[in-house]
């Protein structure tokens, strides 16, 4: 993310460790001017009520309240505040969590500079969008876009990362027809895309959705039917 002051956008960041807060105070200043802090989720409640911060940055190993507890209360009152959860596990339960709390993302400690960037790159352009990253599929399942996880009656259906990268692409794109060039310069990469190889994905996919939800039109793409 390029160094740009948002003077618009309200950031909380709550840490019970002392030098971890002023470190990540200090990082988020190069981003933008309206920084809160606390040090534990009781006192982020308060700031919240006061300042209603546009994106929340919280540990979950905290006193008093636990971040996962401070996330719910949040999210009974604003559903559309950004935020983004940093923890030292990642296991099923945790992403069960993220879809249910419409978390931007979980981060594992110790926090990588590039997913944190990505992750804040993701609220501003959430908030200036105006958009969800929940998406609701047939059949009661759901697709979290910003964690790529997929549930089925709150079981996470495994899928392999071509598999995401074109469900999340297709999703994007939703209103549209995506392009086999499209497909093959955002879920191959710089590989190569074979014909057999993307029918294969697409056939392995459709076992795990409903059938009808992914469609072709013959020479130009493929459409996700939402």
Do not use: H
Not at 40 to 45: G, M, V
Not at 52 to 69: A, S, V
Not at 149 to 170: M, P, S, Y
Not at 207 to 225: F, M, P
């Amino acid at each position: 993310m390029k160094k740009r002051i948002n003077d618009n956008i309200k950031v909380l960041i709550v840490e019970d460790d002392e030098i971890a807060r002023e470190n990540a105070v200090e990082y988020l200043e190069e981003y933008f001017s309206n920084i809160y802090e606390a040090s534990n989720a009781l006192d982020a409640l308060k700031i919240y009520e006061i300042n209603k911060p546009d994106i929340i940055i919280t540990d979950i190993q905290m006193p008093k309240l636990n971040g996962l507890e401070f996330v719910e209360r949040i999210r009974q009152k604003d559903k559309k505040v950004q935020i983004i959860v940093l923890t030292a596990f990642c296991d099923k339960e945790y992403l069960l969590k993220a879809v249910e709390l419409q978390l931007v993302k979980y981060l594992v400690k110790p926090i990588n500079e590039y997913e944190l960037n990505s992750a804040i790159k993701t609220s501003i352009e959430t908030l200036q969008n105006d958009e969800t990253n929940i998406v609701k599929l047939p059949n009661g399942m759901v697709f979290d876009l910003f964690n790529l996880v997929l549930l089925n009656n709150q079981e996470i259906v495994k899928l392999r990362t071509k598999e995401l990268e074109f469900l999340k692409l297709l999703i994007k794109n939703k209103n549209r027809y995506v392009t086999y060039q499209e497909i093959e310069n955002f879920v191959w990469d710089e590989q190569v895309m074979s014909k057999d190889a993307l029918k294969t994905l697409v056939k392995n996919l459709k076992n795990k959705l409903s059938k009808d939800l992914i469609l072709n039109l013959s020479g130009t793409g493929y459409k996700i039917a939402l």
